[in-house]
Structures are given as structure tokens and as C-alpha cells.
């Protein structure tokens, strides 16, 4: 089982993506810009979503890929995600007039699109594959994900401040690979982090202090044009140092 990442930027330009990432080739886990990128016969693949969040750079493909998808496959694509934001979902975006509902199409017995929502703590089993929804601290109802191949486990923390519930989880993984941590903001803008709940290289520390185990550690999220000074920042420190900046197109091996 591989975990391949498509988009891992904080932002766009050139050749970035936002996040997005794809488990084998059936599940996301996020739905940013980069999802685009895979032919249509990948998008016709893909079952499920697991999103993190409701902002745009974690959503905007879903509804291009449902619109794409739609009569290519008689299956529905199932959205798992917090409540919340399920529910901004369909004000903000499948309200027919941002988008049609595909909650509704083509009828409410038998959608295209279906909505599961998911809380910290909960798992969903797929094929092979176990998805646990993890704390996140953001300023929107906010998820991190554990993916567990059953032999090694990668955990993203999504969007996030970060929590103790958090590591009150993670430091229960006993096959723990792959750590992927956002760090958005460099030092300077800290303050800016804390308002909008999001890391910098020196709260990282902090959060990384808390782990009981040293899985293999990625840093993504990172401000277009920023991320090398955020990456420097994080290997001037010693708690961090070891943090590598995540790379689109990466693949991991959960097997």
C-alpha cells in the first residue's frame, strides 16, 4: 500500500499544488489542487475522500471531480469528514449556487455524492487500509488522519496549532512510520500563525517535543516563496532538525 502525494504547498504558482493526498488509488485524503493533475481514468478510481478541513485549498477539486466523474461510474463517491464540515460543505458549496448539489443528484435515494461524518477516535476500514480520524486544533472544525496499512501507519496532522489530544492519539501508534506535519509560517510571522492557527518553526518544536516516538518527519504547508527560510528555521533547531520538507510527488510505503 502506498500513500503518493500530489499536492503539499501552501499555496499555488508555477508548478505547486495544494494538498492533496492519494492512498493506492481509491482514497484522498484532502482534495486540493493537485488532484487535477491525475488522468481521467484515476479520477474515475477514486471512492472516497477523508478531508481535513473545509478551506478552499483543501476542497476545491471535489466538485470538478464529481462533475467529471459523474455517468463515467455508477458507484458514488463517499466524502468522510467532521460534522462541521460537512455542513459547510453543503451551505457554502453544493447549495446549487456555487455548485449543484450532488447530494441530490441524480435523486436523493441514489446520489453521487454521500456524505459520512467522522469524529477523533473513529476508524473506517477500506480494503486493506484503516483511516482514523485524529484531533486537530484550527480555526474551522478540523481533522488530522492516521492511514494504517495494518504493518506501518503514516499520520498528517492536517491544518493545525496543534493539541495535546493530538499527541494523546499519535503517541499510541506502535507502528508509526511517517509523520507529515504542516509548518505554514516562518518565524517572523508568528503571530500571524497564532491568529489563524497554524504553525511556525518554533511552535513546531514545541509540538514535536511532545512525541514519544521519532517517526520519519515531513514538513508541508509551506508559504509560496517562504519555504526555504521556514525549512532553514526548522533545521537551526534542535528539537527539528531532522524535519525534511515534503515533495510532491513523494510516495510513501506502508507495507
Given at each position: 500500500m502506498k500513500v503518493k502525494v500530489l499536492g503539499c504547498s501552501g499555496g499555488v504558482g508555477g508548478e505547486l499544488r495544494t494538498t492533496s493526498l492519494l492512498v493506492d488509488d481509491h482514497i484522498l485524503i484532502d482534495a486540493g489542487t493537485g488532484v487535477a493533475d491525475l488522468p481521467l481514468d484515476d479520477l474515475l478510481k477514486i471512492d472516497h475522500i477523508f478531508l481535513t478541513h473545509a478551506h478552499l485549498d483543501h476542497i476545491v477539486s471535489i466538485p470538478l471531480l464529481l462533475d467529471s466523474a459523474m455517468g463515467l461510474r455508477d458507484a458514488p463517491i463517499t466524502v468522510h469528514a467532521h460534522p462541521g464540515t460537512i455542513e459547510a460543505l453543503k451551505a457554502h458549496v453544493f447549495n446549487w449556487q456555487i455548485w449543484p448539489d450532488f447530494n441530490q443528484i441524480p435523486n436523493a435515494e441514489h446520489p453521487f455524492l454521500q456524505y459520512a461524518a467522522i469524529v477523533p477516535g473513529q476508524a473506517v476500514a477500506l480494503s486493506g487500509v484503516t483511516v482514523t480520524a485524529l484531533p486537530a486544533d484550527h480555526v474551522v472544525?478540523?481533522?488530522?488522519?492516521?492511514?494504517?496499512?495494518?504493518?506501518?501507519?503514516?499520520?498528517?496532522?492536517?491544518?493545525?496549532?496543534?493539541?495535546?489530544?493530538?499527541?494523546?492519539?499519535?503517541?499510541?501508534?506502535?507502528?508509526?512510520?511517517?509523520?507529515?506535519?504542516?509548518?505554514?509560517?516562518?518565524?517572523?510571522?508568528?503571530?500571524?500563525?497564532?491568529?489563524?492557527?497554524?504553525?511556525?518553526?518554533?511552535?513546531?518544536?514545541?509540538?514535536?517535543?511532545?512525541?514519544?516516538?521519532?517517526?520519519?518527519?515531513?514538513?508541508t504547508h509551506l508559504k509560496p516563496g517562504e519555504g526555504e527560510i521556514i525549512m532553514q528555521e526548522i533545521a537551526a533547531n534542535s528539537m527539528t532538525q531532522h524535519c525534511k520538507a515534503l515533495l510532491q510527488h513523494q510516495e510513501f510505503d506502508l507495507k
Amino acid at each position: 500500500m502506498k500513500v503518493k502525494v500530489l499536492g503539499c504547498s501552501g499555496g499555488v504558482g508555477g508548478e505547486l499544488r495544494t494538498t492533496s493526498l492519494l492512498v493506492d488509488d481509491h482514497i484522498l485524503i484532502d482534495a486540493g489542487t493537485g488532484v487535477a493533475d491525475l488522468p481521467l481514468d484515476d479520477l474515475l478510481k477514486i471512492d472516497h475522500i477523508f478531508l481535513t478541513h473545509a478551506h478552499l485549498d483543501h476542497i476545491v477539486s471535489i466538485p470538478l471531480l464529481l462533475d467529471s466523474a459523474m455517468g463515467l461510474r455508477d458507484a458514488p463517491i463517499t466524502v468522510h469528514a467532521h460534522p462541521g464540515t460537512i455542513e459547510a460543505l453543503k451551505a457554502h458549496v453544493f447549495n446549487w449556487q456555487i455548485w449543484p448539489d450532488f447530494n441530490q443528484i441524480p435523486n436523493a435515494e441514489h446520489p453521487f455524492l454521500q456524505y459520512a461524518a467522522i469524529v477523533p477516535g473513529q476508524a473506517v476500514a477500506l480494503s486493506g487500509v484503516t483511516v482514523t480520524a485524529l484531533p486537530a486544533d484550527h480555526v474551522v472544525p478540523a481533522l488530522g488522519f492516521q492511514v494504517n496499512s495494518g504493518i506501518r501507519s503514516l499520520v498528517f496532522t492536517g491544518d493545525t496549532v496543534g493539541s495535546d489530544a493530538f499527541w494523546d492519539y499519535v503517541n499510541q501508534i506502535e507502528n508509526l512510520k511517517y509523520l507529515i506535519i504542516e509548518t505554514a509560517f516562518r518565524n517572523a510571522d508568528a503571530e500571524l500563525a497564532r491568529i489563524s492557527k497554524h504553525l511556525c518553526p518554533q511552535t513546531l518544536a514545541s509540538e514535536l517535543s511532545k512525541a514519544r516516538l521519532q517517526p520519519n518527519t515531513f514538513i508541508t504547508h509551506l508559504k509560496p516563496g517562504e519555504g526555504e527560510i521556514i525549512m532553514q528555521e526548522i533545521a537551526a533547531n534542535s528539537m527539528t532538525q531532522h524535519c525534511k520538507a515534503l515533495l510532491q510527488h513523494q510516495e510513501f510505503d506502508l507495507k
